[in-house]
């Protein structure tokens, strides 16, 4: 950040008054810019045995796949979030049985919301994010062919869970690669 979205001066970096972090302060209006991790919503949709996943049109990571899901918006919550990310990318209706997995990527300030739901029709399809969108049993899940950690473990998550008759919520950190 270079200017000041409140009074277009330029800021500085630095620690503010009561603070414990370097944040952008504009030393003429005295805003100061906090920059908050980013929150992905999405869903892991399924139909009896099957998963829903989409192949990614955009970038990153084009042309691989993924669960449903992108950046949560203003004035929505998390659920209708997923709910609408699922039609954008594969004009899938579903019915949110419950929050499954929540992801802190603190290497790229993110955080992930998948929530679990059951397709209501079969009438899906890519929406202009998505190649194709295709459902998959667990053994033609295409892994190395997964667009992000996170999806992966999620997936791993389900089938597990699914093989125990019991599903729960999953936590954890997605670290960077080094």
């Avoid at 399924?46 to 990614?56: P, T």
């Avoid at 929406?127 to 033609?140: N, Q, R, T």
């Amino acid at each position: 950040m270079k200017f000041c979205s409140h009074c277009g001066h330029t800021v500085v970096f630095e620690i503010p008054a009561g603070d414990d972090r370097p944040r952008h302060l504009c030393r003429d209006c005295g805003a100061i810019h906090y920059v908050n991790p980013r929150v992905i919503v999405g869903t892991l949709p399924y139909l009896g045995d099957q998963v829903l996943l989409c192949k990614r049109a955009i970038e990153p990571r084009y042309g691989l796949w993924t669960l449903p899901a992108g950046f949560m918006e203003n004035g929505e919550s998390s659920e209708q979030g997923a709910l609408r990310e699922s039609w954008e990318e594969a004009r899938a209706k579903l019915r949110v049985d419950e929050l499954f997995s929540v992801y802190d990527i603190p290497h790229i300030n993110q955080v992930y919301l998948l929530y679990r739901g059951e397709l209501t029709d079969t009438n899906f399809g890519p929406g202009p994010e998505s190649l194709e969108v295709e459902l998959f049993d667990e053994k033609d899940i295409p892994w190395d062919e997964m667009a992000f950690p996170v999806m992966t473990q999620t997936l791993k998550h389900y089938f597990s869970d699914r093989e125990k008759g019991q599903f729960g919520l999953h936590r954890g950190i997605i670290e960077r690669k080094l």
